[in-house]
Every structure is written in structure tokens, then in C-alpha cells.
């Protein structure tokens, strides 16, 4: 038997690209049966609090340097 469950389109693009030619089924059971856990699986916790937060620092600040080329090159 199979039963739905919903996930977001995030945690969904993560899964796809994980399983290759395998079912979500497969994949998810052989984290699980490995010991594992589904955040192993979706890629969540990968990063700590503290390099999450200097990544993302990271990402905004290259993020506002480029909109700030972007008005520059279009004024």
C-alpha cells in the first residue's frame, strides 16, 4: 500500500536530486534502515548555526554587490 505526503518543492528538488533512478520510496527506506535520518537525505543540518549564518551573510552581501552593478550598468 502507498500513502501520500507532502513536501516542499525545496525538499522535493533535493530528493530528486539524490535518488537518481531509484524511487523516493527506495531512497528514503535505505537512509532510514542505514540509520539514518531524512534531514540526511533532503541535505537539512548540514551547515551549523554559525556557518549557516556566515554563508548567508556571504550570499547577501554578493547578492546586494550585484543588484548595485545592475542599477549602475542600466543608469
Known amino acids: 500500500m502507498s ?31 542505514r540509520g539514518g535520518k531524512l534531514a540526511d537525505v533532503s541535505g537539512e543540518g548540514v551547515l551549523d548555526q554559525e556557518t549557516y549564518a556566515a554563508v548567508k551573510d556571504d550570499v547577501r552581501a554578493l547578492s546586494d554587490g550585484t543588484l548595485t552593478r545592475l542599477d549602475d550598468e542600466t543608469h
Open 3 to 33: 500513502k501520500n505526503i507532502s513536501i516542499s518543492d525545496d525538499v522535493y528538488r533535493k530528493l530528486k536530486r539524490e535518488k537518481g533512478d531509484r524511487s523516493f520510496s527506495e531512497l528514503i527506506e535505505e537512509r532510514l534502515e
